[in-house]
Structure formats: structure tokens, C-alpha cells
């Protein structure tokens, strides 16, 4: 018997019962279809979703030069997220996104960075939550896919808004919330205070999903208990620890958690840069294994070494080589120390 039996295992989004209640971040730059797979495939995950996807950039010809919008059937149920801050514009691509099969259309309200707040997207609308509303209103009239909000508490502690903004969202049609609760102003740092998810949840009654800094299973199933969140989202612990989705599911049944040893990590990422090399080519490949080897590796000791010696390579062979040979040396301490 599991001392978490009792916690919440799913909601719904609309119609759509998301199970179990523990879904993946979009992060742009990572959460692509090779991605998502690959989480999918380890088991626990209960939904995905697209990158940020620029409401201005679903046309036949944006799309085919940034595969944003890709997914394979496995993948379902799928939300994509689309970002703007034009009604019309952002309804327009809504539809679009529902013809090509998305089951959740996720509006983002939380990007904090400068190059998508400077137009007046992503948490710049929490500044002007009439514009957000219309926003809003018109992307539900446009589509009948369910219509969810991923947004932050505030554009800064002086202007927090979350309370006004979920009630303001929930009387517009939206079906579920994701907050990631720190402030614009406060981009990643300090901790996402996860008492304003329960505050939420006492004033709306459609599910709220908590957002940051989730990257433990115990933690995450406390969370859940302690915020009462309908959900949990997680983004960088997935990159960290792409079990963690497992692990809690597990926790959860009482099982005894999978432990991923060194030799683990090493096989996933050989397993993502095939996939990669395969599904993007030599020199896409290359560049996403550059980007993101530093936080698939955060948590191992000589990281930074690790991360050094990917960024020199010059072909994903050459890439591989370097992982393969690091964990193996990481697995011999002796070895470690002499190279
Ligand atoms: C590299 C990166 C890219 C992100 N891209 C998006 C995005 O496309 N859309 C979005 O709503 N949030 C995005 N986020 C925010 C995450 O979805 C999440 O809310 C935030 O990272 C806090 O959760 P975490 O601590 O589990 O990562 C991104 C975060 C990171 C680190």
C-alpha cells in the first residue's frame, strides 16, 4: 500500500481526462516531437505540448521551416501553444491548429523574454488583462478544441494578478490553468511560490495545473497534496531526469523507484542523438545536442567538462564518441580523477 494512494491521479480539460495528472512543460528550443517521444516512451507522462508557437508563424511556409507544429498519433493527447496578442491573428492560427489535430489550444501568457514581451506577448498580456480577454474570446469562438491558460502570477510583485486573471479566464471559456507562479520580474530566479496555486484553486473550479521547480518525485506528489493542484507541469527536471515521470508513478503505486545510474543517462542521450540525426539531420542534430547537453547533464558531477567537450565536436559521431567515453570514465571514479 502507498502512503499517496489517496492524491489525485487525473483532471479534465473538457472533455479530455488527462491521466495521470503529471504533465511535461513546453520549453521552446526542447520540447519537440523527438522529445516528447522520448519522455512518452519512459512511461508516466500524462500530456504533452508544442514549443511557443508565434500565432504569426502557422502558416504552410513558417511551419515547414520550423516543425513546431509537428506530432506523430503517439504523441496524443497533445496541446499546442500558441503565442500573441492580436485577437484576430491568434484565432486565425487557433483554427489552424485545430485542422491539424491538436486536442488542447494553449494560449501563453507567461514568456518573460524580452524579445516576446517587447510585442506584447506572452506575460506582457498580464498587464492588460482587458487585451488578454479578447484575446481569449476569440480564439474559444474560433475553435472547439478545449482553450487553456499557461500564464505567471504577475508582471511583477507590485502588480500581481493571478487571482484576477484565473476568474477573468474561467468566465471567458478557458477549461484549465497552468501557473507558473513567480513573477515576470523575476524570470527564473528566486522559487515559484506554490502557496498562489492553492489560492487559485479556492477561487476557480476549473483544474490548475502548478508550474516550477518540481525536480523530485516525492516532491512532486507532495505538492500535489500540500497546493492542492489539480496538476503538475514539469520543464527542466524532465531535461535533468527524464524518469522523474516514472518515478512519481511508481512513488505513487508503492513501487520501488527506478534509480537511473550513469550508464542510463549515457544510453538516452545515444538514443536522442540517433533520433535526432535520423529525424533532423547531421547538422540540426548537432546544434540541439550542443544546446541542450548542459542541462541533460545538470545534475552529474564534471558536467561542465562534459558539456565543454560536446560543444568542440564537429559531427554528431564525433558527439557521441565524447558522451559514450565520458560516462564510461564517469563510471570508474579512477579514471575520472587521472583524465
Ligand atoms: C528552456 C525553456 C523554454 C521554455 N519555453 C516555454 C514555452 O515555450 N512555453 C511556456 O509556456 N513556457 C515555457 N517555459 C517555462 C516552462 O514551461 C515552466 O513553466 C518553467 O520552466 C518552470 O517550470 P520548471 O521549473 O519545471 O522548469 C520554458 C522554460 C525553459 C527553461
Redesign the pocket.
Given at each position: 500500500m502507498s502512503i499517496y494512494q489517496n492524491i489525485p491521479s487525473e483532471y479534465h480539460v473538457g472533455h479530455i481526462r488527462i491521466a495521470p495528472n503529471i504533465v511535461l512543460?513546453?520549453?521552446?528550443?526542447?520540447?519537440d516531437s523527438i522529445f516528447r517521444r522520448m519522455i512518452l516512451s519512459l512511461g508516466g507522462c500524462g500530456l504533452v505540448s508544442s514549443?511557443?508557437t508565434n500565432a504569426a508563424s502557422v502558416s504552410p511556409r513558417a511551419r515547414s521551416r520550423h516543425n513546431q507544429l509537428e506530432f506523430l498519433p503517439e504523441e496524443r493527447p497533445i496541446t499546442m501553444?500558441l503565442s500573441g496578442n492580436e485577437p484576430d491573428l491568434v484565432a486565425q492560427a487557433a483554427k489552424t491548429v485545430e485542422l491539424l489535430g491538436a486536442d488542447i489550444l494553449?494560449i501563453?501568457c507567461?514568456?518573460p523574454s524580452p524579445k516576446v514581451t517587447g510585442g506584447g506577448h506572452g506575460s506582457a498580456l498580464l498587464k492588460d488583462l482587458c487585451k488578454m480577454e479578447a484575446l481569449i474570446k476569440a480564439v474559444i469562438a474560433a475553435v472547439q478544441i478545449p482553450v487553456t491558460l499557461?500564464y505567471r502570477a504577475g508582471w511583477d510583485e507590485d502588480s500581481l494578478n493571478y487571482l484576477d486573471t484565473a476568474r477573468m479566464a474561467e468566465a471567458a471559456g478557458i477549461k484549465a490553468l497552468?501557473l507558473?507562479p513567480r513573477t515576470r520580474a523575476q524570470l527564473?530566479t528566486g522559487t515559484?511560490d506554490w502557496s498562489r496555486i492553492r489560492e487559485v484553486r479556492e477561487v476557480v473550479s476549473i483544474p490548475v495545473v502548478g508550474?516550477?521547480?518540481?525536480k523530485d518525485a516525492a516532491e512532486a506528489l507532495r505538492r500535489l497534496e500540500v497546493y492542492n493542484a489539480s496538476g503538475i507541469?514539469?520543464?527542466?527536471?524532465?531535461m535533468e531526469n527524464p524518469w522523474i515521470f516514472m518515478q512519481i508513478a511508481q512513488l505513487r503505486r508503492g513501487e520501488p523507484m527506478f534509480v537511473p545510474q550513469p550508464s542510463d543517462k549515457c544510453d538516452f542521450l545515444v538514443r536522442y542523438i540517433e533520433m535526432l540525426r535520423d529525424e533532423l539531420g547531421e547538422r540540426l542534430g548537432l546544434n540541439k545536442t550542443k544546446q541542450l547537453i548542459g542541462q541533460f547533464a545538470v545534475d552529474l558531477p564534471y558536467a561542465a567538462k562534459l558539456r565543454e567537450h560536446v560543444h568542440r565536436s564537429t559531427t554528431l559521431d564525433d558527439a557521441r564518441t565524447l558522451i559514450e567515453d565520458f560516462f564510461a570514465q564517469h563510471s570508474d571514479p579512477a579514471l575520472v580523477s587521472a583524465s
Open positions: 512543460a513546453p520549453m521552446v528550443g526542447v520540447t514549443e511557443m501553444q494553449d501563453n507567461g514568456c499557461k497552468a507558473h527564473y515559484a508550474s516550477g521547480d518540481v507541469m514539469i520543464g527542466r527536471g524532465a
